[in-house]
């Protein structure tokens, strides 16, 4: 079945020790997303990629970077977690246009901050 | 700004009807999407309105007016499985800007 899949499901890290958090995709989608979730809140977008163009928002750390090496895959760096860091990180994947907006979302890493 | 405001809460009984309501504003509008969360699990999809009216599916409708800015996601013949949080997102114009509301947890009693 096409999906989308993040690895690890769970990652626990030490203050300040960098972190990559890893999707993949096999919908053959040109966006792929990721947003981080904290409880009982909205999903917040950090940045996305359409094909190799690169959008952050505006509001994104500089602590979090992204990579995107090809179609299918898509890494999330966090190069010095703080303890406000921990949360559910969700990769999504989506074509373009109208209800091709619609994501589809990897199971989610969740990742705690000793 | 950009806004989307959802009830925090709502608790309905198996077999009944609810209403979730959505109001939005956002500074365009591309089309909006209903998805469902279970506790600790990805959001997934459930409905997408992009024009004025009721679409059905299934046991679950979504019902949009973009002049009033508001939604609605109807869950009928509500089940024990139906507990989730339900969250309301508006694509903005401009491509690839989703605007998701923080999503209403329902809670199905029996």
């Known amino acids: 079945d096409a999906m989308v899949i993040q690895n690890p499901r769970y990652q626990v890290t030490q203050f300040g020790k960098p972190v990559t958090l890893s999707c993949s995709q096999t919908?053959?989608?040109?966006?792929m997303y990721w947003y981080q979730q904290k409880s009982s809140q909205a999903p917040k977008l950090l940045f996305h990629?359409?094909?190799?163009?690169?959008?952050n928002e505006a509001d994104t750390p500089d602590n979090f970077q992204s990579r995107r090496p090809n179609t299918s895959f898509c890494f999330l760096d966090i190069r010095s977690p703080g303890l406000g860091d921990a949360a559910m990180y969700l990769c999504?994947?989506?074509?373009?246009?109208?209800?091709?907006?619609?994501?589809?979302f990897g199971p989610g890493t969740r990742l705690t901050v000793l | 700004g950009q806004n989307i405001d959802q009830p925090t809460e709502m608790t309905a009984t198996e077999g009944a009807i609810v209403q979730i309501n959505c109001t939005y504003q956002?500074?365009?509008?591309?089309?909006l999407f209903w998805y469902q969360q279970h506790a600790g699990e990805a959001p997934t999809f459930l409905s997408y309105?992009?024009?004025?009216g009721l679409e059905e599916k299934g046991r679950f409708s979504s019902f949009l007016s973009r002049s009033k800015g508001y939604s609605y996601l109807l869950l009928k013949e509500l089940q024990m499985k139906d507990s989730a949080s339900y969250l309301c997102?508006?694509?903005?114009?401009?491509?690839?800007?989703?605007?998701f509301g923080a999503g209403t947890r329902l809670f199905v009693k029996a």
């Open positions: 999504a994947t989506s074509r373009v246009g109208g209800e091709a907006d619609t994501q589809y």
């Open positions: 919908l053959n989608h040109n966006v």
């Open positions: 990629y359409y094909d190799k163009d690169f959008n």
């Open positions: 956002t500074s365009g509008f591309n089309g």
């Open positions: 309105n992009v024009l004025d």
């Open positions: 997102a508006v694509s903005d114009t401009g491509g690839f800007k989703t605007i």
